[in-house]
């Protein structure tokens, strides 16, 4: 028995299924993983040479697979390697998750409802009809509305000298 490997890329092409006589469901995808290498000499990631897998998966995982991979899909596998044949490797393939590198996935239970796909924005704040008045005759340069507000409601002039004004100062109001 060969040792456990781990395995990562992007599926190349469909996914094929079979069945056996017996109702074995098995299914074949291939697999291309191009690592990136670090090239000291101009300073920069670069590809390097394509590794090619053919993965054959059975059972439930085979079933899944075929439901949920398709072209371009990034995956991790963990699977043994059985052969090397035709510039390729082939596993067998014991897990199967895919990559959230560049996606979002979601699981049947996650699945997200109709309300998802409508953008999403903050709501808005009711206003008062007198401060919407105040703040379409707002001057350029003058307070804001909420600051008169406050100041009405008694903070003091921050200008005047604490003994020409007797007005308390509320911190926090």
Same mark, same amino acid.
């Not at 990631?45 to 090619?52: F, Q, S, T, V, Y």
């Not at 963990?78 to 998750?97: E, N, P, Q, Y």
């Not at 008062?128 to 307070?143: H, Y």
């Given at each position: 028995? #060969?040792?456990?490997?781990? %395995? *990562?890329?992007? %599926?190349?092409?469909? %996914?094929? =299924? ?7 469901? =098995?299914? @074949? ?10 090239? #000291? ?9 394509? =590794? ?10 085979? /079933? ?5 991979? %398709?072209? $371009? #899909?990034?995956?991790? =596998? +963990? $699977? ?10 082939? !596993? *067998? ?7 959230? @590198?560049? /996606? ?6 996650? !699945? ?8 999403? *924005? ?11 008045? /105040? ?11 909420? &600051?008169?507000? @406050? +100041?009405?409601?008694? &903070? ?10 007797? *007005? ?6």
């Amino acid at each position: 028995m #060969s040792p456990t490997t781990h %395995v *990562s890329g992007a %599926v190349t092409g469909a %996914v094929e =299924i079979r069945f056996t006589d017996s109702g074995l469901t =098995i299914c @074949r995808f291939r697999l291309t993983d191009v690592p990136r290498q670090w090239d #000291s000499a101009t300073r920069e990631w670069r590809d390097g040479a394509p =590794i090619l897998y053919v993965c054959t998966a059975w059972g439930d995982l085979a /079933r899944n697979a075929t439901e949920s991979l %398709v072209d $371009g #899909s990034s995956v991790l =596998i +963990r $699977g043994r390697v059985t052969g090397v044949k035709d510039d390729a490797i082939w !596993l *067998s393939v014991d897990d199967l998750g895919l990559s959230l @590198r560049n /996606r979002i996935a979601y699981t049947e239970a996650g !699945l997200p409802g109709p309300e998802a796909a409508a953008p999403v *924005s903050p709501p808005a704040m009711p206003q008062p009809a007198e401060q919407v008045a /105040r703040a379409n005759t707002r001057q350029p340069g003058s307070p804001p509305g909420w &600051w008169d507000d @406050r +100041r009405s409601s008694g &903070w003091s002039d921050p200008g005047a000298s604490p003994a020409t004004d007797a *007005s308390p100062v509320h911190a926090g109001a």
